[in-house]
T-cell receptor, first 111, second 110 residues
Framework: EAGVAQSPRYKIIEKRQSVAFWCNPISGHATLYWYQQILGQGPKLLIQFQNNGVVDDSQLPKDRFSAERLKGVDSTLKIQPAKLEDSAVYLC?????????FGQGTRLTVV | EDQVTQSPEALRLQEGESSSLNCSYTVSGLRGLFWYRQDPGKGPEFLFTLYSAGEEKEKERLKATLTKKESFLHITAPKPEDSATYLCAVGMDSSYKLIFGSGTRLLVRP
């Protein structure tokens, strides 16, 4: 069974630029999560989808971050414009019920 | 406020020296507690799910237990390959929301 796929693995951008991350969840998983993990900290939930509807986006900085999940499958997370403090690993996870499975993450460096 | 706290932040052990990691939580509507292992540069890897107080799960040198307010991850006779960050997460209500603690960085020296 294929796992959660994320791309790119690494991205370096200048502040005020925009960036997008892509996630393909495990086939059949209705729930998709985006987490932000700053070095030395635990993952922080940014947004949670159930199929293509948003369940929780209370910690998503909506002035600069946006996310969508088209047709209840793939998802993209966008940052525009990026700030230095957005440097982190962005993790995508999916689940069918409880027990989420994670992708390898995208390491973003904002300079 | 829903909260998950892990301790210690970091732990250094000699190979074969057993110890325990703690995860305490204050959440409403707990639906499950999850332990993950995270190696540098990788995403968290699922280890265990615990659903009710008194439940225990084991995998090789790891054993997870759950009470009404906390969970422990016991590591028996650890090996250097057990070195990683161990993350605890709680699943909440019926929305499958997952909240993580800050993790415990474990280093096992040969």
């Amino acid at each position: 069974e294929a796992g959660v796929a994320q791309s790119p693995r690494y991205k370096i951008i200048e502040k005020r630029q925009s960036v997008a991350f892509w996630c393909n969840p495990i086939s059949g998983h209705a729930t998709l999560y985006w987490y932000q993990q700053i070095l030395g900290q635990g993952p922080k939930l940014l947004i949670q989808f159930q199929n293509n509807g948003v369940v929780d986006d209370s910690q998503l900085p909506k002035d600069r971050f946006s996310a969508e999940r088209l047709k209840g499958v793939d998802s993209t997370l966008k940052i525009q414009p990026a700030k230095l403090e957005d440097s982190a690993v962005y993790l995508c996870a999916s689940s069918q019920g409880f027990g989420a499975f994670f992708g390898q993450g995208t390491r973003l460096t904002v300079v | 406020e829903d909260q998950v706290t892990q301790s210690p932040e970091a732990l250094r052990l000699q190979e074969g020296e057993s110890s325990s990691l703690n995860c305490s939580y204050t959440v409403s509507g707990l639906r499950g507690l999850f332990w993950y292992r995270q190696d540098p540069g990788k995403g968290p890897e699922f280890l265990f799910t615990l659903y009710s107080a008194g439940e225990e799960k084991e995998k090789e040198r790891l054993k997870a237990t759950l009470t009404k307010k906390e969970s422990f991850l016991h590591i028996t006779a650890p090996k250097p390959e057990d070195s990683a960050t161990y993350l605890c997460a709680v699943g909440m209500d019926s929305s499958y929301k997952l909240i993580f603690g800050s993790g415990t960085r474990l280093l096992v020296r040969p």
